[in-house]
Structure formats: structure tokens, C-alpha cells
């Protein structure tokens, strides 16, 4: 055992020997100017803004935003799939999925069989989506895709409204294929 002082690892708040504490420029960031960039929702849903959106509210904007590159039905674009959920098929990974592809043809990840919750969707639309514009869609217009998305899965019926209290509520296909981890 030695009497050596523990490394610096970055962690702390005192400046490294030699380095100043501020560098005289710029200014603290505002409450409201972290508040407005403080968007993230959790699995459970804190975080989730208000608002509101259905399936139908969602048609013409998932055409107008989405469909140029992800297909008019969420699938058949040059980007990624977002719909193809089957309840017989596995999620695009694991045991069973390795079974069910049985022919070795690969099985697209896409909403309905892989991501384990909804709200991670909201999330990804709202910061991500439409990816020549992200960050510009209202949270109702994010609710609305997502429960279009959810809808065409076959997740939610086209009737259900997503909002903060419904979009938590929504178990996922996949939910349980992930194993949580607590960090």
C-alpha cells in the first residue's frame, strides 16, 4: 500500500494544476436556456410534454415529413423500415429470432419489433425526425406520428390517442426481450 494521491479522473471540479478556473469569456447558461434544451423523456414517460396525437392526426404529416425517405406505408424508402410488425415473427435479434429466420434472410429492425418502449420513439422523432429539419416538429405533431407509427404496427388501434399519460401505458412487442440495466 502506498501513501501515492488518487489520480485525477476528470470527475472532480477543481481545475488541473496550471489550468484557470473560468477563461473570461462567454456566460453562464439561464435556468430557461437549460429548460428549453432539456427534452429528454424516460422510459416511464418523465419528460413527456403536453400535447396530443391520433393515427388519423398523423397521416398527413407522416406523408409530408416522413415518407420521402421511409415509403408512403413505412416501409420501401431508402431509409430504414418503421413498419413490418408481425406477432408470429421474433424481434431482429436473439434465440427465437434465429429460429424464425430460418432461410438466413435477414429481418429489418423496425418499430414494432424492436423498440422495447414507446416513449423512446417519442423521444427519437422529437430530437431526431424529419432528419432535413430536426427539432422542428410540435409535441403534438410528435404524438400524432408516434401513435401512426403505433397504429400501423398494429401496437395501438388507429382510435387511440397518445399523450402523456397514454404513450407510457403502451407495452411494446419487444419490451422484454431487453434486459434493464441499472446504471
Known amino acids: 500500500m502506498t501513501d501515492a ?4 479522473t476528470g470527475a472532480g471540479t477543481d481545475a488541473p494544476a496550471g489550468h484557470p478556473d473560468r477563461f473570461g469569456f462567454g456566460r453562464e447558461a439561464t ?3 437549460i429548460a ?3 427534452i429528454d423523456v424516460m422510459p416511464d414517460g418523465t419528460g413527456l410534454p403536453e400535447g396530443e396525437g391520433t393515427h388519423a392526426d398523423g397521416t398527413p404529416l407522416y406523408l409530408r415529413h416522413c415518407a420521402s425517405c421511409h415509403g ?8 430504414e423500415p418503421l413498419v413490418g410488425y408481425e406477432p408470429e415473427t421474433a424481434p431482429p435479434f436473439g434465440p ?4 424464425w429466420r430460418g432461410d438466413g434472410e435477414d429481418v429489418p429492425f423496425t418499430v414494432g419489433n424492436y423498440w422495447p418502449y414507446a416513449t423512446t420513439l417519442f423521444d427519437y422523432i422529437r430530437r ?6 430536426p427539432g422542428t416538429l410540435s ?11 403505433l397504429a400501423e404496427n ?6 387511440a390517442a397518445m399523450n402523456a399519460t397514454t404513450l407510457p401505458q403502451v407495452a411494446m412487442p419487444a419490451r422484454d426481450v431487453f434486459v434493464p440495466q441499472e446504471r
Open 5 to 8: 494521491a488518487p489520480a485525477n
Open 31 to 33: 435556468h430557461e436556456e
Open 36 to 38: 428549453a434544451w432539456d
Open 72 to 79: 408512403r406505408t413505412g416501409e420501401g424508402g431508402s431509409a
Open 96 to 99: 427465437r429470432y434465429e429460429e
Open 128 to 133: 431526431a425526425m424529419p432528419s432535413n429539419a
Open 139 to 149: 409535441s403534438d405533431e410528435v404524438y400524432a406520428l408516434t401513435a401512426w407509427l
Open 154 to 159: 398494429g401496437i395501438i388501434g388507429e382510435d
